[in-house]
């Protein structure tokens, strides 16, 4: 270890700082812990790392959330000469920890941070509890640290290590790579060196190297500990258009619990946060647009406990130590495993109940895709690996745990956790031998230099532009796998890199490679044994009829509400599907709603549409329960704020005031695709709007009437139809605004 630049000890005086601590106070670390922290043990490694770190040594941690990372550098930093420096990257973590350190201390001054919210003040009187040694810990964000001003004063005074929390943070292939943790080991240089503490709660080994590497601290002795929390339930559900109403039965059923709802977009943590109250339900929103005032109050009153459910971006959780969350529910598919890991990890961290509930579509996942485009092809690559491994997680039928463990280069032995939707309903396995076999014998014949989907598609004989490129359709593999499924080979790939027969080269994105047991393998094969994966493929009316949590459809109830709908629509002049859609009697069928107030609460059904048609419907359900003595799931009931909400009024204004759709689009900061969706889920619930004037603007009027008289006409609105039906002279866009105008005028 090099001595420090500046006014700093001397590294010979550091030394036997070291070394007295070495043979005085390590004996004694347990009586510290109790006095400084009022534990009676170490968790883990804990003492094994505080001991390494007391003895000047680069330490890396590997410590899954709730573990006692903090702890790790905490108690150091009151037993050596100096002040610690932990680099943090979030200022509202800062605070929380500044908080907590100020809890155990006496003074104020134990522990401070330093960044851009403070005052010239504030930031005089932090500098000035460091001269006087009454700071042994400073928390500074990576920014803060760069700025010659802090740089000048650091190196006048005594630093006894550095921590550098949410290491992840520097690797490009971490789930939240921030660019400004990159310089953190030259600033060190600068100010002068100490051992340097690396900890973090997420990392496959490519981001461990990454860190250790960027640190300079690739000799620094590695304490990984398990990444197993036993506590947590795992569980994948498809999302359908129920969600929303999944999500409040869900909480409703655990009424009382903490618990955290994660949200990619900002739109919807306002939307959901704002139905969950609706539904009587405690909830706040936070994300990073709101302003800072109301973001703090709402996180306290989550910690305090004056709210039981935080629906947030990803913004929300890092080193919020809350050990009482009951539930984490994922309503967005997240963009990579570490971050599914370190968002569910904030679940059950007192070791209690942890439920991490997420819902997964393809088309959320194709949504993220397209967010990379524009973005420099690096990052696009190292971006589409990381939502190929999610959807990989979400989609596979084995042991979530063991799936999960298996990304961060941990081996779990037991063949079902009992803790995961998979091991509680187990799907039946199939010999694979032979299946595995043909890839492995793929992936040599194209020298494993290739990923998995490009081996499916010479499995599958897919004749793509690459394979052409490489001439690889000559092979004698090619197509060889043609009677097979995709998801068929996507499962033995899957199940063949946890049982160890692949592995894959994350640092060429995820080539294929066989192992020395795979090799083994397909020399004198052995029983491989695969499950198949999950489909997420399905119709939503399929899903809806599963997911309803209500019980199955009732069919002689549906049946008899379809002969109404098409009586009522005769009696009407207008198609069925003008009166309700299939969705909305399937809902009416599994809730049996008796009044024209609970009948608004299914979905599709406004107040308008309630009140033009709905009457006839309750009065059918209620005689339908009444003779066949059904109990209603009146619990289940649902509250939406769909048109109550700011957006849909907003939207209905402009159209109001004959604002162009696309303008509309644009200030609400909207594709004009999503708009379409919120006008479309406004005139289907039964509210009026006229888009004529729209229509008159960009399309031409034989060509409206032409798709106007198509819905008239057909039994169905469904637009895939109206297209093969109405030929190429007509755009999706086109036919979904007609359809808009027609389900206005005629259903409204």
Excluded at 309 to 317: D, L, S
Excluded at 318 to 339: A, Q
Excluded at 386 to 399: G, I, N
Excluded at 703 to 711: E, G, K
Aim: hydrophobic share 35%; aromatic share 8%.
């Amino acid at each position: 270890m090099g001595h420090k630049k500046g006014a700093n000890v001397p590294f010979l005086h550091l030394h036997l700082t070291f070394l007295y601590l070495t043979m005085a106070e390590q004996k004694h670390l347990t009586h510290q812990l109790k006095k400084y922290f009022g534990f009676d043990s170490f968790k883990g490694d804990q003492e094994k790392i505080i001991k390494n770190l007391l003895e000047g040594n680069d330490t890396f941690v590997l410590m899954p959330t709730g573990g006692g990372k903090s702890l790790c550098y905490q108690l150091p930093s009151l037993l050596m000469e100096g002040t610690a420096i932990v680099v943090s990257p979030l200022i509202a973590l800062m605070k929380n920890q500044v908080d907590a350190m100020r809890s155990f201390s006496e003074y104020d001054g134990i522990a401070h941070y330093l960044n851009s919210s403070l005052t010239k003040g504030e930031i005089e009187q932090v500098k000035s509890d460091i001269v006087a040694k009454k700071t042994k810990l400073l928390y500074v964000a990576p920014e803060s640290l760069t700025k010659d001003e802090n740089v000048e004063f650091l190196k006048s005074v005594t630093i006894s290590f550095y921590a550098v929390d949410e290491a992840h943070c520097i690797s490009e292939w971490g789930h939240d790579f921030r660019p400004e943790y990159r310089n953190i080991r030259p600033i060190i240089e600068t100010i002068g060196t100490a051992p340097v503490i690396a900890l973090t709660a997420t990392a496959t080994p490519k981001v461990q190297h990454d860190i250790q590497k960027n640190l300079g601290i690739l000799e620094a002795k590695v304490f990984k500990s398990s990444f197993n929390r036993p506590n947590l339930y795992y569980e994948i559900q498809p999302k359908t258009s129920e969600v929303d109403k999944d999500i409040i039965k869900f909480i409703l059923n655990n009424p009382g619990k903490s618990g955290i709802i994660y949200c990619l977009s900002r739109k919807k943590v306002e939307e959901l946060a704002e139905i969950l109250r609706a539904n009587e339900i405690n909830a706040r929103a936070y994300h990073a647009g709101m302003d800072s005032t109301t973001r703090s109050d709402n996180q306290d009153d989550f910690l305090m406990e004056r709210v039981d459910v935080i629906v947030a971006t990803i913004a929300f959780g890092m080193g919020i130590d809350k050990p009482d969350v009951r539930f984490v529910i994922h309503y967005d598919i997240p963009k990579s495993l570490e971050g599914y890991y370190q968002e569910t990890g904030r679940a059950g961290r007192d070791g209690g109940e942890g439920k991490c509930l997420t819902f997964y579509s393809i088309k959320d996942l194709e949504k993220l895709e397209k967010f990379m485009e524009g973005k420099p092809i690096a990052e696009q690559e190292i971006g589409r690996q990381l939502l190929r491994e999610t959807a990989a997680y979400a989609e596979t039928s084995v042991c979530r745990r063991k799936s999960l463990l298996h990304y961060f280069g941990e081996d779990y032995l037991q063949e079902n956790c009992g803790s995961c939707d998979n091991c509680l309903n187990p799907k039946k396995q199939v010999e694979a031998k032979d299946l595995l076999c043909s890839v492995i014998e793929t992936i040599l014949e194209v020298k494993e230099n290739f990923k998995s989907d490009y081996i499916i598609d010479i499995l599958q004989g897919v004749e793509t532009e690459e394979i052409r490129a490489h001439i690889h359709e000559d092979l004698e593999v090619f197509g060889i796998g043609s009677d097979e499924d995709e998801r068929i080979w996507n499962s033995v790939i899957r199940q063949a890199l946890i049982a160890g027969y692949l592995s894959k080269d994350v640092e060429n994105y995820g080539t294929l490679k066989v192992t020395k047991q795979g090799k083994k393998f397909f020399n004198s094969p052995t029983s491989f044994k695969i499950t198949e994966d999950n489909d997420f493929e399905e119709d939503d009316d399929e899903v809806l009829l599963r997911s309803s949590g209500a019980g199955a459809v009732d069919p002689a109830l549906f049946s008899m509400l379809k002969d109404l709908r098409k009586k009522e629509a005769k009696k009407h002049d207008v198609p069925p599907y003008v009166i309700f859609q299939d969705p909305s009697l399937e809902a009416m069928a599994t809730i049996y709603p008796v009044t024209l107030e609970e009948l608004q609460n299914i979905p599709g059904v406004g107040a308008g549409k309630a009140n033009r048609y709905g009457q006839v419907f309750c009065d059918l359900i209620k005689r339908h329960c009444q003779e066949n003595e059904i109990e209603r799931p009146e619990d289940l009931r649902v509250r939406t704020v769909a048109n109550k909400s700011r957006m849909k009024v907003s939207i209905i204004q402009s159209i109001d005031r004959k604002v162009a759709l696309d303008d509309i689009a644009l200030s609400k900061g909207m594709d004009f695709d999503e708009l379409l969706e919120e006008v479309e889920a406004i005139v289907y619930s039964g509210t009026k709007l006229n888009i004529t004037y729209f229509l008159n603007e960009i399309m031409d009027e034989d060509h409206m009437w032409d798709i106007y008289d198509y819905f008239k006409e057909s039994t169905t609105d469904n637009i895939e139809e109206a297209l093969d039906e109405l030929g190429e002279d007509y755009t999706e866009e086109e036919v979904r605004l007609v359809r808009i105008k027609f389900i206005s005028e005629l259903a409204n």
